[in-house]
Nanobody
């Protein structure tokens, strides 16, 4: 079992930056593919970025060049650095741990609001 807790969300102006953190408890953190998802009001929960146990990354087209996902296996933590934020980035951001391409564990989410 893995428990995930997101933090770092908040209110930021367009063009600003935030760094989200997802702290994992449980064993074998390093073997999981970790992902960040987001869900805006009235929308589906969509993949934002993921990073595999081997360090390969993938990003949604909407965030490429602006967001960076990283992980620190010594701290059992995955990060999402978000730069050049836009109002359309406003959403609840969720951390996920997956194996065998299957999402297994979810955090509770952290709110990101981009507004002037």
């Amino acid at each position: 079992q893995v428990q995930l807790v997101e933090s770092g969300g908040g209110l930021v102006q367009p063009g600003g930056s935030l760094r989200l953190s997802c702290a994992a408890s449980g064993s074998s953190f390093s073997i999981y593919t970790m992902g960040w998802y987001r869900q805006a009001p009235g929308k589906q929960r969509d993949l934002v970025a993921l990073i595999t146990d081997g360090g390969s990354t993938n990003y949604a087209d909407s965030v490429k060049g602006r967001f960076t996902i990283s992980r620190d296996n010594t701290k059992n933590t995955v990060y999402l650095q978000m730069n050049s934020l836009k109002p359309e980035d406003t959403a609840v951001y969720y951390c996920n741990a997956a194996r065998w391409t299957k999402p297994l564990y979810w955090g509770q989410g952290t709110q990101v609001t981009v507004s002037s």
